[in-house]
T-cell receptor
Framework: TQLLEQSPQFLSIQEGENLTVYCNSS?????LQWYRQEPGEGPVLLVT?????EVKKLKRLTFQFGDARKDSSLHITAAQPGDTGLYLC??????????FGPGTRLSVLP | NAGVMQNPRHLVRRRGQEARLRCSPM?????VYWYRQLPEEGLKFMVY????????ESGMPKERFSAEFPKEGPSILRIQQVVRGDSAAYFC????????????FGQGTRLTVV
């Protein structure tokens, strides 16, 4: 099982700021998924990236899959308090299960 | 609400007792996964089940933990003789066609062992 690293571990910013969080590994993946987990809730799938270099936008969120398919980033523009949560990346482990990174805990202050 | 339903949401057990966590998948989903999340950590895979079959239990401790997904009724994660280290949030997810498909998570059961 390959490991996923996420950085930063914690991030606290003011409303309106931009931010980028990262998901890295030394392994190549066929796809990566990004989830957001709010306190007291289960993770919710945001996006799946499949193609190297792919960029997907979801309103103020921009997801990019690295050219070599080893890493991914999530950029949030003009962050809002509603963006607060734990952002998790995950990969499909040979069709058996999903392996999650440790997450980036984001706090957006009003 | 046709989402993944987990109950109870919160469970308190004394050391040595048994904990039973239930998960009803989304309608039409026959693939269920259990994950454990410790405070301030990501999710760790425990077990993957289809109806009446355990497909992959590589993430589940060999002792005290068991899981089932009967033909009728919810999936059950059972922890016998709980210890303080079992305190965590346990999440269930379901999908329609296996791990390659989108998985939907329940709200979790927060187990506290006192």
């Amino acid at each position: 099982t390959q490991l996923l690293e996420q950085s930063p571990q914690f991030l606290s910013i003011q409303e309106g700021e931009n931010l980028t969080v990262y998901c890295n590994s030394s392994s190549v993946f066929s796809s990566l998924q990004w989830y957001r987990q709010e306190p007291g809730e289960g993770p919710v799938l945001l996006v799946t990236v499949v193609t190297g270099g792919e960029v997907k936008k979801l309103k103020r969120l921009t997801f990019q899959f690295g050219d070599a398919r080893k890493d991914s980033s999530l950029h949030i523009t003009a962050a809002q308090p509603g963006d607060t949560g734990l952002y998790l990346c995950a990969y499909d482990n040979y069709g058996q299960n999903f392996v999650f990174g440790p997450g980036t805990r984001l706090s957006v202050l009003p | 609400n046709a989402g993944v339903m987990q109950n109870p949401r919160h469970l308190v057990r004394r050391r040595g007792q048994e904990a039973r966590l239930r998960c009803s998948p989304m309608k039409g989903h026959s693939h269920v996964y259990w994950y454990r999340q410790l405070p301030e950590e990501g999710l760790k895979f425990m077990v993957y089940l289809q109806k009446e079959n355990i497909i992959d239990e590589s993430g589940m401790p060999k002792e005290r933990f068991s899981a089932e997904f009967p033909k009728e009724g919810p999936s059950i994660l059972r922890i016998q003789q709980v210890v303080r280290g079992d305190s965590a949030a346990y999440f269930c997810a379901s999908s329609a066609t296996g791990p390659g498909a989108e998985a939907f998570f329940g709200q979790g059961t927060r187990l506290t062992v006192v």
